[in-house]
């Protein structure tokens, strides 16, 4: 018995080592063809070290602007898909009704739905609302797409923030609204933050809403201007390109930084004062 622990213990652990190096390989080449004045596919330590690749994409429009259009359209996004989960999340969580499986039901089904099935009649819908082409247009629909597990996570959170800590600010003529602002979601900062990475990196990362719904180059965002460094019969400038991805990692870096904090929080103080 002793012996089949220890294997199987050692095969566990060949396998995480083996799913570790799996993820850090493309990571490391990110890094390292950075600053790699001769950087190719293969995974090696540059001969010298250089800045020239960071140098070349420093400029408004390669890197500038789309950053800016990114941070526009997933910081918009981000916003308003939390703040309109918060509110969808609180009747769900709070009030009993016969519809509140059926509308988690349906939420559940939107999430399933793949995001390409459904861009040509949001392309034509788009077209004859005047949105197409339009950042606002963008933001609106990338917050519908991320809001149905918003509001899933938003939920199974505030489930676990104590009803009586509303019911005592009801009894001192607090409105709803109030508690959920100033008791609810303050007490609820971990399941926030996990929401607002979550819906943050999701959009970031989105190549294919952005490609279908902007139309002008200016307004492109990091996501899709990205698809430049792949030149035509297969020339790619990976030095360039692994730098433009090193830049383009830093703000959902930087995110996940600041609300690192809260992630681990937890509800201690709902908790005790439930007990």
């Known amino acids: 018995m002793p012996r089949k622990r220890a294997s199987r213990r050692l095969a566990a652990d060949v396998s995480l080592l ?11 080449w990110v890094l390292l ?17 250089t800045l020239a690749n960071f140098d070349a994409i420093l400029t408004p429009d390669i890197t500038y602007t789309p950053l800016l ?28 009704s016969r519809l509140n499986r059926p509308f988690l039901l349906t939420i559940l089904f939107a999430t399933s739905l ?20 339009t950042l606002q247009g963008t ?5 519908a797409s991320q809001l149905p597990f918003a509001i899933w996570l938003m939920k199974n959170f505030m489930d676990g923030v104590p ?3 509303e019911e005592a600010a009801w009894t001192d003529g607090a409105s709803s609204l109030q508690s959920l602002v100033r008791i609810v979601l303050p007490l609820m900062g971990p ?24 139309l002008t180059p200016d307004r492109m965002p990091a996501s899709v201007s990205i698809n430049d460094f792949f030149g035509n019969r297969g020339m790619v400038a990976y030095g360039q390109l692994a730098a433009f991805s090193v830049i383009y ?7 996940y930084v600041l609300v690192a904090r809260r992630l681990g929080g937890g509800f201690a103080l709902g908790g005790a004062v439930k007990g």
Do not use: K, Q
Request: hydrophobic share 65%; proline share 7%.
């Open 33 to 49: 063809s950075s600053v790699d004045p001769h950087a190719g596919l293969r995974v090696r330590v540059p001969d010298g070290l």
């Open 69 to 96: 259009n990114s941070l526009l359209l997933c910081g918009g996004a981000t916003a308003l898909t939390v703040a309109c989960a918060a509110l969808a999340a609180y009747p769900l969580s709070r009030f009993r």
């Open 18 to 28: 083996a799913a570790a190096v799996a993820f850090a390989l493309p990571l490391a």
């Open 163 to 165: 009803r009586e800590l």
């Open 114 to 133: 793949p995001i390409t099935a459904i861009m040509v009649p949001v392309y034509a819908l788009f077209v004859r609302v005047n949105l197409i082409d």
């Open 249 to 255: 990692s830093a703000p959902v870096i930087l995110l």
């Open 191 to 214: 399941g926030v933050a996990v929401v607002t990475v979550f819906s943050f990196v999701m959009m970031w990362g989105n190549f294919f809403v952005p490609f279908m719904l902007l």
């Open 139 to 143: 933001i609106l629909f990338f917050a």
